[in-house]
């Protein structure tokens, strides 16, 4: 059951997505309508708004505005939604379905998910570069350069090559392990640091949000291949067991169910345990890092 506090937070962060998106994508009464189109049916409704809401409540510790970390954490949320509309297509995991109805390139066709995709990634440059966003230049430009550096071939994409990689290689358990810190953990990681820029914080007193950070995307990662192995495609919204089918390493084939798990409940304990010279304010941050561990989707 998820943490009254924590489902107040994902409730309003989803809702305040949602809106930003619709205002971001109205649909034009031109050709590209059908391009709008598949970008809304993407970003909008489902998913568990992990990345937003990780900005969002990392510039609330610093009394960042909502305002303003709403509109980078739809930024960040845009760079994901479009690496799962690529994820999907077929010359990747060639899925049919995403958060609970069909995937864009199903939905609409693939030329058009695929440049929905393209679009999504530059709306969220664009949206991090808006003096509207922020009124300090310095801030973009540090937003404009995290985001980049966690999304290209240091962090997300290059994760995801890792993992095509992986389907006719044998992983050892630090390459899976840096995989994951790529494909996942980037974006993860960037959620968070973009709320502590937006707070104005250096980067050395950044270290504990950074540690918790990196040891959330870990367990997130792990709680994903438990999911994957043990959870209900019908909750979940999306097509279950892919890595046995791929043949891939992954943490569970690495180290047994049991000790996966119990790696996954240490690194929440870390995670947790980063935060502690901060009180209340962050406890949807400490609430978030334990659901990881129990969600089943």
Do not use: W
């Not at 995290?146 to 390459?175: K, Y």
């Amino acid at each position: 059951m998820i943490p009254p506090v924590l489902a107040t937070a994902l409730s309003d962060v989803a809702a305040d997505i949602d809106a930003r998106f619709d205002r971001l994508l109205a649909v034009p009464d031109d050709a590209r309508a059908d391009l709008y189109r598949a970008m809304r049916h993407a970003a909008i409704g489902g998913g568990k708004r992990l990345r937003p809401l990780l900005v969002c409540a990392t510039a609330d510790l610093f009394g960042v505005s909502r305002d303003c970390s709403g509109e980078v954490a739809a930024a960040i949320e845009a760079i994901h939604v479009y690496s799962l509309i690529h994820d999907d297509l077929p010359a990747m995991d060639d899925d049919d379905m995403r958060r609970g109805k069909p995937t864009v390139h199903k939905a609409f066709d693939e030329a058009t998910a695929i440049l929905a995709g393209d679009c999504l990634h530059a709306l969220a440059f664009e949206v991090l570069a808006d003096p509207a966003t922020h009124a300090d230049p310095f801030v973009r430009a540090e937003l404009v350069m995290a985001v980049a550096h966690a999304s290209g071939p240091t962090g997300m994409a290059g994760g995801q090559m890792m993992d095509l990689v992986a389907e006719r290689s044998r992983f050892d358990l630090p390459t899976v392990t840096r995989l994951q810190q790529m494909k996942t953990g980037a974006l993860i990681g960037v959620s968070v640091e973009a709320g502590a820029i937006l707070g104005r914080v250096p980067p050395e007193g950044r270290t504990a949000l950074r540690g918790y950070a990196h040891d959330l995307g870990l367990a997130f990662q792990i709680a994903d291949d438990l999911l994957d192995a043990e959870g209900d495609e019908a909750v979940a919204g999306k097509r279950l067991r892919k890595d046995d089918g791929a043949g891939k390493e992954t943490f569970l084939t690495l180290l047994g169910i049991e000790r996966a798990r119990e790696q996954c409940r240490m690194l929440v304990d870390q995670a947790v345990e980063h935060l502690k010279g901060f009180g209340a304010e962050a406890d949807v941050l400490r609430a978030l890092a334990r659901y990881v561990v129990t969600r089943d989707r």
